[in-house]
């Protein structure tokens, strides 16, 4: 179908099967914060804000492709370590040509090489961050800062080496945010949108932006950052980007949102106003970790976050592997998610109908730390055995229930097929589910055992008995054909 540049058309655009089956999708955060690939640990940011508030997240930001504007914030960790480490007088803009030069030893087809092994479906390249720093030789450049943006074509290279490995490549833009826009200081969330350029200049920017990324490279995802100038008309852009890639999804951080709305020629920037509007986004960070939604989109996006229970809407989950989305050189072993944790974060985010955005953070010069390949490979052992019950499943009935040992579990399904993953290490013989069902002809499979399982129903749970010896595992899919009845 063609699609118009309205709501009521944008809404007929479907979930494109092959985002429903992906679940998994790698999401890379490399720019000219990869250099001093520096943040504090000050920890998982809905934990800290809870504790500690905004202000101080926002002065010890974790986050290090944050740094720019961490360094703005006078008094804060960062703004030390810059000072101590490269002197008050070196620029943020010292790292482009650092930068530069540390890219020419990239290697597209190993990151692909690498996600592929992962069991990744799509990946999301971040092509500017709030810095402003363009990762394409794009023909409309910054007009505030000459040369601020790559020559090699890092967009288009890691599209061709992503796509001929069979999987999908989307692209990250900050359309809300670009310090070399506005270079206030971000101290707290109402700022986020106070330094939201709006003006008609950058407005055309970013449009030609978008236009370009999504002409040049077709990208599969959409994936837009901190909302989007008031002016811009962004069905317009959806309907053109759908007729251009119908089978393409758009995320929800297009939000459009001016505080200095005209009104009489007079701007409204009053307290109430403010308080307001501040209120709103906070509620919305802390509770959903994402900025509200406004307009169209094909799924939401929390942040270090997954839903209580099966969302009607498709979403996808992101967070980093560690504290940061960009490359940190802080973290450490115990600033990771462990592998078990992963997998079973990751289960328990299918089973609600939501994908996996992982992301990794590369040093400057593209290589990916030890660390993070080291999540990313156990996790790829652990789908090498487990996928049937992840890729290409729906949600069942619900999605979680237990075992009368306290084992959680979660529910997916595929066709007449449910799977049961026990998110811990069995240590019995025997497991109980509870997962009542009538009497009938049904073969239970632990994956990874050829042989079918022994089993019986006990009133409402479902009583299988386990191989004798199992593998250790942070989580053990169960395939129960055909398909159990709640």
Same mark, same amino acid.
């Given at each position: 179908m063609r699609y118009e540049p309205t709501r009521e058309?944008? $809404?007929?655009?479907?979930v494109p099967e092959w985002f429903h089956n992906a679940k998994l999708g790698i999401f890379i955060h490399w720019g000219l914060y990869s250099v001093p690939g520096w #943040?504090?640990?000050?920890? +998982?940011?809905?934990?800290?804000?809870?504790?500690?508030?905004?202000?101080?997240?926002f002065a010890k930001n974790p986050y290090a492709e944050w740094y720019l504007n961490s360094i703005r914030i006078k008094g804060s &960790?960062?703004?030390?370590?810059? @000072?101590?480490?490269?002197?008050?007088?070196?620029?943020?803009?010292? *790292?482009?040509p650092l930068f530069k030069e #540390?890219? +020419?030893?990239?290697? #597209?087809?190993?990151?692909?090489?690498? *996600?592929?092994?992962?069991? #990744? $479906?799509?990946? %999301?390249?971040?092509?500017?961050?709030?810095?402003?720093?363009?990762?394409? &030789?794009?023909?409309? &450049?910054?007009p505030k800062k000459e040369g601020y943006f790559t020559k090699r074509d890092l967009v288009g290279e890691l599209a061709d080496a992503v796509r001929a490995r069979g999987m999908r490549m989307g692209l990250y833009y900050s359309g809300g945010l670009d310090w070399t826009f506005d270079e206030r200081a971000i101290r707290d969330v109402v700022d986020l949108l106070d330094t939201m350029p709006q003006g008609a200049d950058y407005v055309q920017y970013v449009n030609q932006h978008w236009r370009e990324l999504i002409n040049r490279y077709e990208p599969a995802v959409v994936w837009n950052d901190i909302g989007y100038p008031a002016a811009a008309n962004l069905n317009e852009l959806f309907a053109d980007y759908y007729n251009?890639?119908?089978?393409?999804? %758009?995320?929800?951080?297009? !939000?459009?949102?001016?505080?200095?709305?005209?009104?009489?020629?007079?701007?409204? $920037?009053? $307290? @109430? @106003?403010?308080?307001?509007?501040?209120? !709103?986004l906070r509620w919305a960070l802390s509770h959903l970790d994402v900025l509200p939604a406004s307009g169209h989109c094909d799924f939401r996006t929390p942040e270090y976050s997954s839903f209580r229970s099966i969302a009607k809407q498709k979403w996808e989950a992101t967070r980093g592997i560690g504290y940061s989305f960009g490359y940190n050189r802080n973290e450490g072993p115990e600033s990771f998610i462990s592998v078990s944790d992963l997998v079973r974060s990751f289960v328990d985010i299918v089973s609600k109908n939501g994908n996996l955005l992982l992301n990794v953070g590369p040093m400057a010069d593209g290589t990916i730390p030890d660390l993070q390949r080291e999540r990313l490979l156990g996790l790829g052992q652990w789908l090498d055995v487990n996928g049937e019950a992840i890729f290409g499943t729906r949600p069942w009935l619900r999605a979680e229930g237990g075992t009368t040992d306290d084992t959680p579990v979660r529910f997916t399904q595929k066709g007449d097929t449910v799977y049961a993953i026990l998110l811990d290490r069995l240590r019995h013989g025997r497991v109980s589910i509870d997962l009542p069902r009538e009497e009938g002809d049904v073969t239970v499979h632990l994956l990874g055992h050829e042989r079918p399982l022994h089993w019986q129903q006990d009133g409402k749970n479902l009583t299988v008995t386990l191989p004798e010896s199992l593998p250790e595992s942070p989580a053990y899919a169960l395939r129960i054909a055909p398909g159990v009845e709640d």
């Open positions: 058309s944008l $809404r007929n655009h479907p #943040a504090p640990l000050t920890g +998982e940011h809905k934990e800290v804000i809870a504790k500690e508030g905004w202000e101080s997240w &960790p960062s703004h030390a370590h810059h @000072v101590e480490t490269y002197g008050e007088s070196y620029s943020y803009d010292d *790292f482009v #540390a890219i +020419e030893r990239w290697d #597209a087809n190993k990151w692909a090489e690498l *996600f592929q092994r992962v069991g #990744a $479906r799509y990946v %999301v390249l971040t092509t500017k961050h709030h810095d402003g720093f363009l990762l394409w &030789p794009s023909e409309h &450049p910054n251009r890639i119908p089978d393409g999804v %758009v995320n929800d951080r297009f !939000m459009q949102i001016d505080l200095a709305t005209s009104s009489g020629g007079k701007l409204l $920037r009053s $307290r @109430v @106003v403010r308080a307001l509007v501040s209120h !709103m």
